[in-house]
């Protein structure tokens, strides 16, 4: 049978992101809601995430670069939850956003005005990073 020339194939994408090449993280992405987030704690910021861990952890080191605190990752609700409402609500919107990481994506449930905060601070992040890399490959 010729590539391409198959019966339709079956190819459900009820994912409301693109794919993501990381198998772990897309498992956690689409079943969000049945798997409770983790919390990265980033300043005064308190992000519930979803991914596979290693692309958490690759996730909090990133942002880690644009603090001289060390974030943490919690596999629980910190004391306190959410400090901010909306956030606390979004949760529960469907079509969250992703953010790309390395081959994997992790969905940051936070409302809008949060969500950009951290885009730039991963973003910045992601930057030095680069450099710190770079800087290194070079001899
Ligand atoms: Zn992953
Ligand atoms: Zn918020």
């Known amino acids: 049978m010729p590539p391409g020339d198959g019966p339709a194939r079956q190819h459900e994408h009820r994912a409301d992101h693109p794919p993501v ?21 980033l300043d ?34 910190p004391a306190g939850g959410v400090s901010c409402p909306s956030c606390g609500l979004a949760p529960h919107t469907p079509g969250q956003p992703v953010i790309p990481v390395h081959d994997g994506a992790v969905a940051t449930l936070l409302c809008p005005e949060h969500q950009a905060a951290l885009v730039s601070r991963f973003q910045t992040g992601l930057d030095t990073h680069h450099q710190l890399t770079e800087s290194l490959d070079t001899p």
Do not use: K, M
């Open 21 to 41: 090449a990381c198998d772990a993280c897309e498992d956690v992405l689409r079943a969000r809601g049945s798997h409770s987030p983790s919390f990265l704690l």
């Open 44 to 77: 005064t910021l308190r992000v519930p995430v979803l991914g596979c861990d290693d692309h958490l952890e690759q996730f909090t080191t990133i942002c880690g670069y644009t603090t001289t605190e060390t974030p943490a990752l919690l596999d629980h609700r």
